[in-house]
């Protein structure tokens, strides 16, 4: 997705959500001068690990019966959450998409294990950033949901899930399985507000689904969805 696209709904995002694009691209300044000596790769590097097909894995309640059911298929990329689980399961992911919430120490892992981290500034991230990137061994590709700039980039999206999804996109994946999405019963989190999540969520749906590229075959556990 171009930024020029991207932009519209970002900042519908901010105003609905009550967030700072100042803010945003303040970290981004903070992930630039924490990670000069992080394994950085370009955006043609991360996107060629995308193949036709991608399986972008959520973290829901449901994410083991998911991946039960729908199987695992082509380019594997995990939304930061859900990496320990990923990993309990013996799955191991090409791609992790993270602000560097949830599970750290399995992103720390599967980075450790040669998993290139796409690794997202935003307004209020810039502590975990600063805490956690120097340890991030595997190759690294910086983004942010604001203006991209240097070797920052912007593929779209907001949380992390329709971020790995969008990223998918950008290169050319065709067909994506969503295991671990499910937009009306996420996982609980200690210390989270359930109503901020349910209204990310609903952002999430909406730039998964309504900003869908023309053919691109979105296959959820019970459903397929092709705009």
Known sequence: MRFIEWEPVYEEILSDLGFSRYEDEACVRVLLSVTLNNDLVSDEDAG??????????????????????????????????????????????????????????????????????????????????????????????????????DIVYNFGGFTDGDRAVCFARHFGCRRILLPGFDYDHPMPKEGSDPAMKSRKLAWAKRIIEDMNPSGVELVYRCHRFIE
Request: contains cysteine; aromatic residues 4%; proline residues 5%.
């Open 48 to 149: 060629a690990l995308v193949r036709p097909v991608c399986t972008v894995f959520g973290n829901s309640p449901s994410l083991e019966e998911d991946v039960r059911r729908l199987g695992t298929e082509g380019t594997l990329i995990a939304s930061g959450s859900s990496v320990g689980r990923l990993l309990a399961m013996g799955i191991f992911p090409d791609i992790v998409v993270t602000d560097l919430d949830g599970d750290i120490d399995a992103q720390l892992e599967a980075s450790s294990r040669g998993a290139l981290t796409l690794l997202h500034a935003h307004g209020d991230n810039a502590d975990l950033i600063s805490r956690y990137s120097s340890l991030l061994k595997g190759p690294v590709a910086l983004t942010t949901q604001s203006y991209p700039r």
